[in-house]
């Protein structure tokens, strides 16, 4: 993707067609990349907090990956002992003999440390929770992997099967916050029955509740609770497609769960709510199945045939790329169809989320019902045609061309719909999205010229 931003005002469609080759010359000067860093809410918040982040654990250590010196950076297996350092919280002024009451950052529980592992206790913060004042101290503990697991009641999870799709109904939503919470974002479901093997464990034992939880930890720039309130709620009550890690909980008699959560689909009446995710857990101390890793999440939504086409009311595109369209099956049956590939958080991606609004073939026509594959080149508008009206001009690689006078006061949108019948006219496959047309043909690009108008550029391949 190329990354050259410009906006581009062409006050006559006559000086373009007058010279061919300027023409070529422009439309290259004006490419931009809008796709893989559109602007969204949430973007300054991750900017911001990603800073945030940085500052604490530089003065902190903030959560259990708090870096160490060079020498306390080795993580032990199960049975070589190393260093480790971990942040928590103790009671002001309890003093036990022989070992420290800690409460880890990601845990739920007081734990007792032997004062014997413990190599080295820094303070980090003092503050006051319901009368009781704590110290926020890290410590650094030196001790077999094994060890630490039993110690702190964290046993880690036994990988079932990746990829796993589970279908049912969101029972709840909630948010592992608080002093003690480690920042999942967890759904509780209530599998349809087809998928009621998913709460049967490899021992036969069935999970008590008859619920599957499906747990993620975002991106911690934007794992806060208000956003685990915000965005899970949206599928709570609905039934959902989930695809993730199908695993057993060895620190709660091996319950079964998917954890952690790829991918989540969700037809909402005339929307569709998609998630993309890859794990930022901390790791410590257990290991997460697949953390850190970049995953990829493919979609295929049945929607109701009247609906042709789609336009994004929110999209938080955190991710490496990401390609959503609506096609037709071999079955015939209209479905949207998509494939996100999250990143990490090493690249500050790992995240995405999008609303679809369904919508019902224009006027003008749809695009053909393929999916959108390849090259493409992305004309978003941003205003509309003044009193005066105006023209458009579009040509295709293979020199054909249309051009349509433009009425008085037509909206950005309406200005993308004229573009979308000029390409139909053309046969050239596109996507339309609002105020912003996807045209997919082989280079050269096609022209387009708008008289009045602005509009952004940008290339791209999915």
């Known amino acids: 993707m190329r990354n050259r931003t410009a906006h581009l005002w062409i006050s006559s469609k006559y000086a373009i067609l007058k010279n061919n080759v300027m023409v070529g010359m422009c439309v290259v000067l004006v490419v931009c990349s809008l796709s893989a860093h559109s602007p969204s809410a949430l973007q300054a918040q ?7 982040t940085t ?76 009368g009781q004042p704590y110290e926020q101290v890290r410590l650094r503990l030196v001790a077999p ?12 999870w036994t990988e079932i099967k990746d990829h796993t799709t589970l279908e049912g109904v969101v029972v709840s939503n909630d948010y592992s916050g608080g002093i003690f919470g480690d920042g999942d974002w967890l759904l509780k479901i209530r599998p349809d029955p087809a998928f009621n093997r998913l709460l049967f464990n490899r021992a036969g034992r069935k999970n008590a509740d008859g619920l599957v939880e499906c747990e ?39 319950k079964t769960e998917i954890h952690p959560i790829t991918s989540i689909a969700c037809l909402d009446g005339e929307f569709v709510h998609l998630f993309a995710f890859s794990d930022d857990s901390d790791n410590f101390p257990a290991q997460v199945p697949h953390s850190k890793e970049n995953r990829v999440a493919y979609f ?32 015939g049956n209209r479905v949207v169809v998509g494939t996100v590939q999250s990143g990490t958080s090493d ?31 992305e004309v978003q508008f941003f205003d509309g045609t003044d ?45 339309l ?6 045209l997919y043909a082989p280079s050269p690009w096609p022209r387009i010229v708008c008289s009045p108008g602005v509009f952004n550029f940008s290339d791209g391949e999915d």
């Not at 020498?71 to 003093?95: A, F, H, P, W």
């Not at 800690?102 to 004062?115: E, L, N, R, T, Y």
């Not at 992997?145 to 880690?156: H, N, Y």
């Not at 609303?355 to 053909?368: D, S, T, V």
């Open 300 to 331: 295929s939504v049945p929607i109701n045939p009247a609906f042709t086409t789609f336009s994004i009311s929110q999209e938080e595109p955190y991710v490496r790329s990401r390609s959503v369209g609506v096609t037709v099956d071999a079955s």
């Open 387 to 431: 009193a005066a009206g105006g023209s458009m001009f579009l040509q295709n690689a293979n020199g054909s061309f249309r051009e349509r006078p433009l009425g008085a006061n037509l909206s950005k949108e309406q200005l993308a719909q004229v573009a979308a019948s000029l390409a139909g006219e053309l046969g050239m496959r596109y996507v």
């Open 145 to 156: 992997q094994d060890r630490l697991q039993r110690l702190f009641g964290v046993s880690g």
């Open 347 to 377: 690249e500050g991606k790992g995240f995405y989320y999008a609303k679809l609004k369904l919508e019902r073939c224009p006027p003008h026509g749809c695009e053909q019902p393929v999916p959108p594959r390849g090259h493409y080149l």
């Open 216 to 254: 993620i930890e975002p991106l911690d720039a934007l794992g806060n609770e208000d956003n685990a309130r915000e965005f899970f709620g949206r599928v709570t009550g609905k039934r959902v497609r989930i695809v993730g890690t199908w695993v057993e909980d060895q620190s709660h008699d091996d």
């Open 55 to 130: 500052e604490q654990s530089q003065t902190s250590g903030a959560k259990f990956s708090a870096p160490l010196a060079s020498s306390d950076n080795e993580r032990n297996d199960s049975s070589r002992q190393g260093r480790i350092g971990i942040v928590g919280l103790v009671k002001e002024g309890e003093n036990l003999r022989g070992r420290v009451r800690f409460k880890p950052m990601g845990s739920d529980a007081w734990v007792d440390i032997p004062s014997e592992i413990i190599d080295k206790r820094d303070h980090l913060d003092r503050f006051v929770s319901a």
């Open 46 to 52: 991750t900017s911001a907090t990603r800073r945030q």
């Open 433 to 438: 999205r609002g105020d912003t047309i996807k």
